[in-house]
T-cell receptor, first 116, second 112 residues
Framework: SAVISQKPSRDICQRGTSLTIQCQVDSQVTMMFWYRQQPGQSLTLIATANQGSEATYESGFVIDKFPISRPNLTFSTLTVSNMSPEDSSIYLC?????????????FGPGTRLLVL | SQKIEQNSEALNIQEGKTATLTCNYTNYSPAYLQWYRQDPGRGPVFLLLIRENEKEKRKERLKVTFDTTLKQSLFHITASQPADSATYLCALTYSSASKIIFGSGTRLSIRP
């Protein structure tokens, strides 16, 4: 298993500003992911954070809006840039682990973002 | 594109009964299907994984079935308890290296 922490747990931001969310894992992992979950909605994958290379973004998400860093195997950051009220959501970090030949994901507690 | 359908309406069950949640998907079958539990204000927690060549899997009071003909998975909680109240998410993976696609979840409420 893995224990994942995220900072901040919540924030209220003004439109046009940027927020960087940190994700820390208690062990070295290869796969780290960033998701967004809007109220009552499914989790939507933003990108896969790759250590030592650029993140891989899903359709509808771009690096200029959601820059991601992955400086090592235990840490990643997601920045939400030039925020608008539509960016209000919960942002979740997760890691993929292979346990008993089965790949599962462990999630952080999430960062609740409100943009005014 | 692949779609996952979970009942968006909340499911209310009397304590002690079996709760059954449904996950339907379109297009081709995934390599494996997972179920997660999510409590308010928290990230999802992994519960069970079932592979496409498995019909059924159990873990304590939980049982998952996977029917690739019907393109459906059922998630059962037997002897349900109020502590089982949460949102349950179905998720599909198409290979060990591919991303996980989540359904929107079904909220389950167990009344005493």
């Amino acid at each position: 298993s893995a224990v994942i922490s995220q900072k901040p747990s919540r924030d209220i931001c003004q439109r046009g500003t940027s927020l960087t969310i940190q994700c820390q894992v208690d062990s070295q992992v290869t796969m780290m992911f960033w998701y967004r979950q809007q109220p009552g909605q499914s989790l939507t994958l933003i990108a896969t954070a790759n250590q030592g290379s650029e993140a891989t973004y899903e359709s509808g998400f771009v690096i200029d809006k959601f820059p991601i860093s992955r400086p090592n195997l235990t840490f990643s950051t997601l920045t939400v840039s030039n925020m608008s009220p539509e960016d209000s959501s919960i942002y979740l970090c997760s890691v993929g682990l292979l346990e008993h030949a089965e790949e599962t994901q462990y999630f952080g507690p999430g960062t609740r973002l409100l943009v005014l | 594109s692949q779609k996952i359908e979970q009942n968006s309406e909340a499911l209310n069950i009397q304590e002690g009964k079996t709760a059954t949640l449904t996950c339907n998907y379109t297009n081709y079958s995934p390599a494996y299907l997972q179920w997660y539990r999510q409590d308010p204000g928290r990230g999802p927690v992994f519960l069970l994984l079932i592979r496409e060549n498995e019909k059924e899997k159990r873990k304590e009071r939980l049982k998952v079935t996977f029917d690739t003909t019907l393109k459906q998975s059922l998630f059962h909680i037997t002897a349900s308890q109020p502590a089982d109240s949460a949102t349950y998410l179905c998720a599909l993976t198409y290979s060990s290296a591919s991303k996980i696609i989540f359904g929107s979840g079904t909220r389950l409420s167990i009344r005493p």
